[in-house]
């Protein structure tokens, strides 16, 4: 069964750091980039940030310089290190596969983050 599945959400204060994890299935994770989205309440879902099988990044303007991903092949995981957090942060965060060779893009359930003092 194929499976992305976030974990790691939460509430923060403003400045604070919060690490989100993205498991993925070995057959998913061995052939796609992977990439996290969010969605804030009454906004379009955004890009946030991708990272390819080889290790090319992206991210969004926005969140340039604070947020990390990355990835580890041996836990077929997707992480994101999203450090300085401002309240426009606030989302759910949701983790996806994007599509290759025909086969189609893979998303999770999300995982809210929440960022208030």
């Known amino acids: 069964q194929v499976q992305v599945v976030e974990s790691g959400g939460g509430l923060v204060q403003p400045g604070g750091s919060l690490r989100l994890s993205c498991a993925a299935s070995v057959g998913i994770f061995k052939n796609a980039a992977m990439a996290w989205h969010r969605q804030a309440p009454g906004k379009q879902r955004e890009l946030v940030a991708r990272?390819?099988?080889?290790?090319?990044?992206n991210y969004a303007a926005s969140v340039k310089g604070r947020f990390t991903i990355s990835r580890d092949n041996a836990k077929n995981t997707v992480y994101l290190q999203m450090n300085s957090l401002k309240s426009e942060d606030t989302a759910v965060y949701y983790c996806?596969?994007?599509?290759?060779?025909?086969?189609?893009?893979?998303w999770g359930q999300g995982t809210q983050v929440t960022v208030s003092s």
């Open positions: 996806n596969s994007e599509p290759w060779l025909g086969v189609r893009a893979y």
């Open positions: 990272i390819t099988i080889s290790g090319s990044t």
